[in-house]
């Protein structure tokens, strides 16, 4: 058997199928960043045949404690995936390609039972020595992990015998190569000072990032190491997945680099509208792969549904651990797809700027954070942009390795300054707003701001000429410039140079609805930094005013 005609291979072909809607966006997305390794079109990457082998054949010899099969034939197809993609997918060194592994899947899709193949699998195949991990919020979910793992060996003939594993109370010792595995609760023991060749962190949504983050500390010094994150949703807004999955995405979207494998199985942004949840079929298949081709998972899910239709009170429940969709946060969703943006992208030229009238967005932020401007015009009904990013030169570095953003190239492509030090030179971006006339040939009609940290900015601008209008920060008045910005990008109406921080400012945005179903962009509900798109949403208000009641001088902003 070779990786080419193995299932994990089947099963990627079948997600990329085009008319195939069972399979979400994402995980279509890694199928086919995966399938580039296979076909041999990642210089850095390639799948090794010959620990495929070794995988195979002990795959063979594990029996499946529930079909009473080997566990060659028994495993999910999803799980083949995972555990092909991410223990045979090499470096040309050699050492594993993969460091973290993300899996975003519901309940009762045998994410526990796949998680103790793959500590299995560990324990036989690294190094001598080797220690492994699992990290979950209390005892009773850490030992769920152990306990399949015990299940599974018990099973198998070939692998009960102590000369192969030993089960003790707190640990599953492989005698063959002195391996262990050690199950951890959060709640109870330290995370640090123990050295992880691999960890697996269970029901990371239940979890803050603390326990995470300490095992991969303990990795530093390791060249080949793995990580793997795995959970349902949680209502929650402060656990390590929110990041975990955030980062994968970001990965997948290649706004950022990074070895993370990611099988995020939850419903596309499309399938959440209003309750299509209630009757729409694909976001169960999507959340659910097993249901896919199990139809007494599937039936089961179906009556959780209508449970959760017909009681309020189960809905949480459902709609998190069933469906992947965050019940608490349903009122936040993502602005705009990254695909629908990037379609907007346009080559620069910088001569179309001549002679435009142009509207400039501020969000000057604090003085340690980022900084944004952003220049708009509309012409032939379409949308025009260039928007720049501003931070503090001394926290580059810093702000790169926190925030997963590689500053340093952003500079270069010129869509971001570095300026000041530890603090951001607001006069240097005073002297950018004024140097845009003579730099691209436009006419300034008017500079939109948030009062907050703009007011010594705005007064110095106003000396030099430029009409500045304070924009209030408020649902009814952001509503409508943030409804046009993302019906224009549908449409294909908007237009913007190419510019990778834009396109993560995008990307990091949520959008919140107040009571009165007026939508806005929430810089704390964000996944990250989103200047950039608040800079642009006050630049099209300004547009927007303009185009509404088309004289500047009977101009009235909603305060």
Same mark, same amino acid.
């Given at each position: 058997?070779?990786?080419?005609?193995?299932?994990?291979?089947?099963?990627?072909?079948?997600?990329?199928?085009?008319? &195939?809607?069972?399979?979400?966006?994402?995980?279509?997305?890694?199928?086919?960043?995966?399938?580039?390794?296979?076909?041999?079109k990642?210089?850095?990457?390639?799948?090794?045949?010959?620990?495929?082998?070794?995988?195979?054949r002990?795959l063979?010899l594990?029996?499946?404690?529930d079909?009473?099969?080997? *566990?060659? $034939?028994?495993l999910?197809?999803?799980?083949?995936f995972?555990? #092909?993609?991410? @223990?045979?997918?090499?470096?040309?060194?050699?050492?594993?390609?993969?460091?973290?592994?993300?899996?975003?899947?519901?309940?009762?899709? +045998?994410?526990t !039972?796949?998680?103790?193949?793959? /500590?299995?699998l560990?324990?036989?195949?690294?190094?001598?020595?080797?220690?492994?991990?699992?990290v979950?919020?209390?005892?009773?979910?850490?030992?769920?992990l152990?306990?399949?793992?015990?299940?599974?060996?018990?099973?198998?003939p070939l692998?009960?015998?102590?000369?192969?594993?030993?089960?003790?109370?707190?640990?599953?010792?492989?005698?063959i190569?002195?391996?262990?595995?050690?199950?951890?609760a959060?709640s109870?023991d330290?995370?640090?000072?123990?050295?992880?060749?691999?960890?697996?962190?269970?029901?990371?949504?239940?979890?803050?990032?603390?326990? %995470?983050?300490? *095992?991969?500390?303990?990795q530093?010094?390791? #060249?080949?190491?793995?990580?793997?994150?795995?959970?349902t949703?949680?209502?929650?807004?402060?656990?390590?997945?929110?990041?975990?999955?955030?980062?994968?995405?970001?990965?997948?979207?290649?706004?950022?680099?990074?070895? #993370?494998?990611?099988?995020l199985?939850?419903?596309?942004?499309?399938?959440?509208?209003?309750?299509?949840?209630?009757?729409?079929?694909l976001?169960?298949?999507?959340?659910?792969?097993?249901?896919?081709?199990?139809? &007494?998972?599937?039936?089961?899910i179906?009556?959780?549904? #209508?449970?959760?239709?017909?009681?309020?009170?189960?809905?949480? &429940?459902?709609?998190?651990?069933?469906?992947?969709?965050k019940?608490?946060?349903?009122?936040?969703?993502?602005?705009v797809?990254?695909?629908?943006?990037?379609?907007?992208?346009?080559?620069?030229? $910088?001569? +179309?700027?001549?002679?435009?009238? %142009?509207?400039?967005?501020?969000?000057?932020?604090?003085?340690?954070d980022?900084?944004?401007v952003?220049?708009?015009?509309?012409?032939? $009904?379409?949308?025009?942009s260039?928007?720049?990013?501003?931070?503090?030169?001394?926290?580059?570095?810093?702000?790169s390795?926190?925030?997963? %953003?590689?500053?340093?190239? @952003?500079?270069?492509?010129?869509?971001?300054?570095?300026?000041?030090?530890?603090?951001?030179?607001?006069? =240097?971006?005073?002297? !950018?707003?004024?140097?845009l006339?003579?730099?691209?040939?436009?006419?300034?009609v008017?500079?939109?701001?948030?009062?907050?940290?703009a007011?010594?900015?705005?007064q110095?601008?106003e000396?030099?000429?430029?009409?500045?209008?304070?924009?209030?920060?408020?649902?009814? %008045?952001?509503?409508?410039?943030?409804?046009?910005?993302?019906?224009?990008? /549908?449409?294909?109406? !908007?237009?913007?140079?190419?510019?990778?921080?834009?396109?993560?400012? =995008?990307?990091n945005?949520?959008?919140?609805e107040?009571?009165? @179903?007026n939508?806005?962009?929430?810089?704390?509900?964000?996944?990250?930094?989103? $200047?950039?798109?608040?800079?642009?949403?006050?630049?099209?208000?300004?547009?927007?005013?303009?185009m509404?009641?088309g004289?500047?001088?009977? /101009?009235?902003?909603?305060?």
């Open positions: 058997m070779t990786v080419d005609s193995g299932r994990a291979v089947e099963y990627c072909k079948w997600c990329l199928k085009s008319k &195939n809607k069972k399979v979400p966006g994402y995980v279509k997305k890694q199928a086919r960043r995966w399938m580039h390794i296979v076909n041999g990642n210089k850095n990457a390639y799948v090794s045949e010959k620990s495929y082998s070794k995988i195979c002990i063979k594990m029996v499946h404690p079909l009473n099969i080997s *566990m060659y $034939d028994g999910e197809d999803y799980s083949w995972l555990i #092909t993609a991410v @223990l045979c997918t090499k470096n040309r060194d050699g050492s594993r390609y993969y460091e973290t592994a993300v899996l975003e899947i519901c309940r009762k899709n +045998f994410k !039972f796949t998680s103790a193949v793959i /500590f299995i560990l324990m036989l195949t690294e190094p001598q020595f080797s220690r492994f991990f699992s979950a919020p209390d005892r009773d979910l850490s030992s769920e152990k306990v399949a793992v015990k299940k599974i060996i018990k099973s198998s692998l009960y015998d102590e000369s192969v594993f030993k089960i003790l109370r707190g640990e599953v010792r492989c005698n190569n002195d391996s262990v595995y050690v199950p951890l959060y109870q330290r995370m640090d000072g123990r050295l992880a060749n691999a960890f697996l962190a269970d029901e990371a949504g239940a979890m803050d990032s603390y326990p %995470v983050e300490a *095992m991969r500390s303990s530093i010094t390791l #060249t080949s190491k793995l990580g793997i994150i795995i959970s949703q949680y209502p929650n807004d402060n656990n390590v997945m929110i990041d975990e999955i955030d980062k994968a995405k970001k990965v997948l979207d290649g706004l950022i680099p990074s070895r #993370t494998f990611a099988l199985y939850e419903p596309d942004d499309r399938l959440l509208k209003g309750d299509a949840w209630q009757t729409d079929n976001i169960i298949y999507q959340s659910n792969p097993v249901a896919v081709t199990n139809a &007494n998972i599937f039936a089961a179906v009556e959780k549904r #209508t449970d959760a239709i017909l009681y309020p009170n189960k809905r949480e &429940n459902y709609l998190c651990k069933h469906n992947n969709i019940y608490k946060g349903l009122g936040v969703e993502g602005y797809e990254i695909s629908q943006l990037r379609a907007c992208r346009t080559i620069p030229d $910088d001569s +179309f700027w001549q002679g435009k009238d %142009v509207f400039i967005g501020l969000d000057l932020s604090q003085t340690n980022n900084t944004a952003a220049m708009v015009t509309i012409y032939e $009904d379409k949308i025009y260039k928007v720049f990013g501003f931070i503090p030169a001394d926290r580059k570095d810093y702000k390795k926190i925030e997963q %953003v590689d500053y340093d190239k @952003l500079i270069r492509q010129g869509c971001c300054f570095a300026c000041g030090s530890e603090v951001i030179d607001y006069r =240097f971006v005073e002297n !950018f707003i004024l140097s006339p003579e730099k691209y040939g436009v006419n300034i008017q500079v939109g701001y948030d009062r907050y940290n007011i010594s900015s705005v110095k601008l000396a030099q000429g430029l009409e500045c209008v304070e924009i209030k920060q408020h649902s009814s %008045v952001l509503h409508s410039p943030t409804k046009l910005l993302q019906e224009k990008i /549908f449409d294909k109406q !908007f237009c913007y140079s190419e510019n990778l921080m834009l396109e993560i400012n =995008f990307q945005a949520r959008c919140t107040d009571t009165n @179903l939508k806005y962009v929430n810089k704390k509900k964000s996944a990250g930094k989103v $200047d950039m798109v608040v800079a642009l949403i006050n630049a099209l208000y300004l547009a927007q005013q303009e509404l009641f004289t500047r001088d009977n /101009f009235v902003v909603q305060t």
